[in-house]
């Protein structure tokens, strides 16, 4: 293709949080199980890229209800219990190696079924003999256009709607494998046995896993058979199965701090051990090589690395990842050998032959070579020496062109080098050619990148009771990727304490006396959508509801005026904006009654929400609260200590007629403009 895209270095530290996608390898599976389900299955946090919209497709093709929303990254599913409705059909799957191999399996339940399936030219020379040899001992056949037996697509398949006693050879790949064993269940007595060792055997742990979490648990005996005990339609999983972000797509935002300068935090959602996916092994080797990763409750945030250490890694089990591993290792301070990689030859692409061929053109020497690996295909590790002064040689002429061969997996990797500051001046040394490939798995993965160059942006949001501080808030922070503080929550937290201690609320010297006691700290949570702190009392987090009791509401606003109070809380919450930064946040919302004025009052934005009383009143008496607004304001803008006001330049937005979205609109733009690099 002649289309490319120039990669811009990144001058500023990486920042914010990413936007991974859900996983490929889950989606794809929970299609197929969801398909063998009885009723409707609704799979959350999807992956809408080209190899699963192949899977969709072909399944609506043979007569399954898929109704999907992008936006809302949703798909349902109305399963059939094991039924396929049509006997016949045409499929086409493209370069989808995934969706391929797992529609071949799950034809084969059909019961006098013909299907003719095809690929595009790669997925021509893509592994699927293995498959096809062991559905053929249960009957099924594969034929060429000539009636003899297929290795290969095209074929048509020819099914008889039983398994029987199977063994596989997936040393090529373990999907292979892995689109038998989600069928299994489905034929009572069936078993499949492997022959030989497979391939990224945690790909199988993760099928084996999803097999169980729809109903139908699976387990290999002590002779390597894969048995299913109790045979049937799988469960749909209620209310809703929710896919996991895609871990091989993770790993360029951990990379991405390692080439983006000092200072650089990138916060990662969803990753964490114990879930589905082994590309997750790929954090231990880039910690092992100086990633500085802070895990912390489903989340990970990665920040600038302490160097790139070279070393010596074995990736069979995560091979997705070694790419992003190879472009880094061009920049180590020691060669990177890179092992267990020969199935990666016969994936998309030839992925050692392409990865060694791009970074000879870049200047890089490897080993072997590439005029080695291309006659030797059999070879099945690479070495790579890095060498910073001949990537500048070869870039002084202006951008290198990285071919991608329609790897998506190549195109991502180079993007993520392409972003280091090669010459110290912003100038761009890599273009990638077709970036439109990552729509295989990661269709906005350039938008995403861009997304992380960004200056770190404060925001403060004032307003009186009612004035839609905490919903404007939270949705800006879910949109933006922001930390998410509530100062109101800060208050109700203090007086409850000071409450629970006995403080004398109107005795000053009581209450400052409670307050000396008190231990303060920080926990972030999901909260009503967005990443919100929260005020901790000793190492605990109060309970909502023992904020919101009558005694509280009574209290909290007169403890809140309270210049003792204020004090002890200013440094807190100016902490906050730290708090946010370590933890890879693009930036802090804040909101409250004097964050503007007092608290961050040198914010990049400053809001002031405000509205009519009658629309306030209404807010509030919808909260379950009967306190007045106009009686709450005065006491709010006449206290001595930071009362409430609306800050000098703060952009104020009536929202009394305004839906929620649209006063978010408003500030997204601001945000937009204060977060362009400078």
């Not at 990413?18 to 063998?36: D, E, F, H, M, Y």
């Not at 058979?225 to 935002?253: K, M, N, V």
């Not at 016969?346 to 200047?363: P, S």
């Not at 009394?656 to 690099?677: D, G, M, N």
Request: with cysteine; hydrophobic share 45%; aromatic share 6%.
């Amino acid at each position: 293709m002649n289309e490319s895209l120039i990669i811009l270095p990144f001058q500023t530290p990486a920042r914010g949080v990413a936007q991974v996608p859900g996983s490929k390898s889950i989606t794809n599976r929970a299609l197929i199980l969801a398909a063998l389900a009885e009723g409707e299955t609704v799979l959350t946090g999807a992956l809408f890229s080209r190899d699963t919209k192949i899977l969709i497709v072909a399944l609506r093709e043979l007569g399954f209800e898929v109704i999907v929303d992008e936006v809302a990254l949703v798909i349902r599913v109305h399963g059939l219990g094991g039924l396929i409705p049509k006997s016949s059909a045409t499929l086409h799957v493209g370069n989808a190696g995934t969706a391929a191999r797992f529609l071949t399996a799950f034809l084969a339940l059909a019961p006098g079924g013909k299907y003719f399936l095809d690929g595009d030219e790669a997925m021509r020379a893509r592994p699927i003999a293995g498959l096809l040899a062991a559905l053929s001992h249960a009957g099924c056949r594969a034929l060429q256009a000539d009636g003899t037996p297929a290795t290969g697509f095209p074929f048509t398949l020819h099914t008889t709607g039983k398994l029987g006693a199977l063994e596989v050879d997936a040393a090529t790949s373990s999907q292979l494998l892995s689109a038998l064993l989600m069928v299994l269940p489905l034929s009572p007595g069936a078993s499949v046995k492997m022959i030989g060792e497979t391939v990224s055997e945690p790909f199988v742990e993760m099928t084996s896993r999803m097999c169980a979490q729809f109903g139908r648990p699976i387990r290999r005996d002590t002779d390597g058979r894969w048995l299913c005990d109790h045979s049937g339609p799988y469960l749909a999983p209620q209310p809703s199965y929710a896919i996991e972000p895609d871990a091989t797509a993770a790993s360029y935002f951990i990379a991405l701090p390692a080439v983006t300068g000092p200072r650089a935090s990138v916060r990662i959602h969803g990753y964490a051990d114990g879930g589905l996916q082994g590309d997750t092994a790929f954090a231990k080797v880039a910690a092992t090589c100086g990633a500085v990763l802070r895990p912390s409750h489903g989340t990970l945030v990665t920040q600038s690395w302490a160097g790139i250490q070279g070393g010596d890694f074995d990736f069979n089990a995560f091979s997705d990842t070694f790419l992003t591993l190879a472009v880094l290792a061009t920049l180590a301070t020691q060669p990177i050998k890179i092992r267990g990689i020969a199935h990666t030859r016969k994936q998309e692409t030839d992925r050692v032959l392409a990865m060694a061929t791009e970074l000879e053109r870049l200047g890089i020497r490897v080993v072997p070579s590439a005029a080695e690996l291309k006659a030797n295909p059999e070879l099945a590790a690479l070495t790579i020496y890095p060498d910073r002064a001949a990537l500048r040689r070869t870039a002084t002429a202006g951008p290198i062109l990285i071919h991608t061969y329609e790897d998506h997996r190549m195109a991502m990797s180079f993007g993520i080098l392409g972003s280091y500051d090669l010459f110290g001046d912003g100038r761009p040394w890599i273009a990638i050619a077709d970036p439109s490939c990552t729509g295989k798995t990661f269709p906005k993965f350039f938008t995403a990148l861009e997304a992380l160059r960004t200056n770190f942006v404060r925001i403060s949001v004032d307003g009186g009771a009612a004035s839609g501080k905490s919903s404007t808030s939270r949705v800006l922070a879910h949109a933006v990727g922001l930390l998410h503080v509530d100062t109101g929550a800060h208050y109700r937290s203090l007086t409850r304490a000071l409450v629970d201690a006995g403080a004398n609320l109107e005795d000053v010297a009581s209450v400052g006396l409670a307050l000396r006691g008190l231990k303060i700290g920080s926990q972030i949570i999901p909260h009503h959508g967005a990443q919100s702190s929260r005020l901790m009392l000793a190492g605990h987090l109060p309970e909502d509801t023992a904020l919101r009791t009558p005694e509280i509401n009574a209290a909290v606003s007169k403890v809140a005026a309270l210049p003792v109070v204020r004090q002890f809380l200013l440094e807190y919450q100016r902490s906050q904006v730290k708090l946010a930064q370590d933890h890879g946040f693009a930036g802090i919302v804040m909101e409250g009654r004097d964050i503007g004025s007092v608290v961050l009052p040198d914010a990049e934005v400053r809001i002031f929400l405000e509205a009519d009383a009658e629309a306030r009143s209404l807010r509030r008496a919808a909260e379950g609260q009967a306190d007045a607004v106009t009686q709450r304001d005065h006491l709010d803008s006449t206290r001595k200590v930071a009362p409430l006001v609306c800050p000098n330049g703060a952009t104020r937005i009536d929202n009394t007629r305004l839906s929620l979205q649209e006063v978010v609109e408003q500030i997204v733009a601001l945000v937009r403009v204060a977060a362009l690099p400078r």
